[in-house]
């Protein structure tokens, strides 16, 4: 077994996966529940994307699924001067993060995590 | 003197005279297996039917053709008891006796049979060294098996978020047939693994209850009870021009429960699974978790029956 595969989102709970089949990865976006239901770019949400390296599944062809932690993303929407809203976004490598790979750019990433739609989950 | 080698003598040609005469008696009540009437073969192509006949069909349909020497007690008890299970658990020759889905999972599960050196069975290719599955013919059921439908499915339709309340508004979750209920508890759990079942075109995420996180955490196998794991299946949306694909519409939810006395008979896991966003038990009886049971304790014995757990991968 390999614990070290577990990323430990604390009190943020699931809002989507997807997969990257041109990068070979497989993400999970968490995210506070309060921020959950309201708009995702508001005061005090707060969000975190896992990604990491896929692999196929031992015991089972037909499946790949996660294995060695690639980046961890966090994203934060906090109280700024003027009634504006200040964003905090930091890209973090992971273990399976190569120096040849490159770090996309915190637009676009920021980009991603606010318009993902939330899985449904009954 | 002379008595006593003679009453030796006969006693060396009376015994075996017997043993002889018993175990041709012994043929007669031979239980043979028959071949019933093929309903509905499988279709497939010719390359594909060819391996399968070969390595398969003694077992899975009702087209067996043993050897002699499989048909002489008791070797031929373990022959027929095999033959049995076998056709039970699918066969090629009643093909249709499951819907198409099902067909399709059932073809991929045969390749990591194969893959697995689980299928044919050892004590049949032990005297069957012929039946065995080559490299190349593996090669050649795994290109096949990535044209099936199921492979490519994109799930196009608008995505459904709520199914609307019925009238009376109950609080009661909705139990499977084996009695375990479905709770939403899992929301709380942490993921144990994210997965792209390209087999079936669906994506999953896997939750684990804290039991299940500490058991990982501590590489401690068998799961204690208390273990529980959620498996959320959606399907998969076209891939869009980032490479990503995202979930579509939400299809089942599965549970799998460890308590090691209450589900002795599944080697004490208890399954479940809820369709659709109203949740509707699976199977139409209980039996449905022979199903669950036979495929993870064939391919994945070695995990405590689980497929989803985070490991390394094998070099």
Not at chain 1, 20 to 48: F, W
Not at chain 1, 77 to 90: A, F, I, M
Not at chain 2, 264 to 280: H, I, P, Y
């Amino acid at each position: 077994m390999a614990p070290e595969y577990l990323y430990d989102a604390k009190n943020q709970q699931m809002i989507s996966s997807s997969i990257n089949s041109r990068n070979g990865t497989i993400s999970l976006l968490y995210g506070k529940d309060e921020t959950l239901s309201s708009k995702r770019y508001s005061e005090g949400a707060n969000y975190t994307l896992v990604t990491w390296k896929q692999k196929p599944m031992p015991g089972w062809y037909g499946t790949n699924m996660n294995s060695a932690i690639y980046s961890v993303e966090t994203m934060s929407v906090q109280p700024g001067t003027n009634h504006q809203l200040n964003l905090r976004y930091q890209f973090k490598t992971g273990p399976s993060f190569d120096v040849k790979n490159t770090i996309p750019s915190a637009k676009e990433r920021i980009n991603f995590i606010l318009t993902q739609p939330k899985a449904v989950q009954p | 003197m002379k008595n006593v080698s003679s009453f030796f003598y006969r006693r060396i040609f009376v015994l075996p005279a017997i043993i002889i005469v018993a175990f041709a008696l012994l043929q007669l009540s031979a239980s043979s297996f028959k071949n019933p009437v093929v309903t509905a073969e499988i279709q497939v192509p010719e390359e594909i039917k060819q391996i399968l006949e070969r390595s398969c069909y003694d077992c899975h349909s009702n087209q067996s053709q043993f050897e002699w020497f499989d048909k002489i007690v008791p070797a031929s008890y373990l022959v027929a008891h095999d033959v049995e299970v076998g056709r039970s658990r699918f066969n090629f020759s009643e093909w249709d006796s499951n819907p198409p889905a099902v067909q399709e999972v059932l073809l991929w599960e045969m390749v990591n049979a194969i893959e697995q050196e689980k299928m044919p069975l050892e004590r049949y290719t032990w005297l069957h060294p012929d039946r065995k599955v080559s490299k190349a013919e593996l090669i050649t059921l795994k290109r096949y098996v990535n044209t099936l439908s199921g492979r490519h499915k994109i799930d196009t339709a608008k995505i459904k978020r709520s199914v609307i309340q019925p009238v009376q508004v109950t609080t009661n979750h909705p139990i499977a047939l084996n009695g375990i209920s479905y709770t939403p508890a899992y929301k709380n759990w942490k993921v144990i693994s994210v997965t792209d079942k390209y087999d079936g075109g669906s994506m999953r995420v896997v939750y684990g209850n804290d039991i299940m996180i500490k058991a990982i955490k501590e590489k401690k196998l068998p799961f204690p009870d208390g273990a529980m794991m959620a498996k959320l299946v959606w399907g998969k949306q076209r891939v869009d021009k980032e490479g990503n694909t995202f979930p579509g519409n939400f299809q089942n939810v599965q549970l799998m429960i460890k308590d090691s006395k209450k589900y002795s008979s599944t080697e004490g896991w208890g399954f479940a699974r809820f369709d659709g966003l109203e949740l509707k038990p699976y199977g139409k009886t209980a039996a449905f978790e022979k199903n669950c049971i036979n495929c993870h304790r064939l391919l994945v014995p070695q995990n405590d029956f689980v497929f989803n757990i985070p490991t390394k991968p094998i070099k």
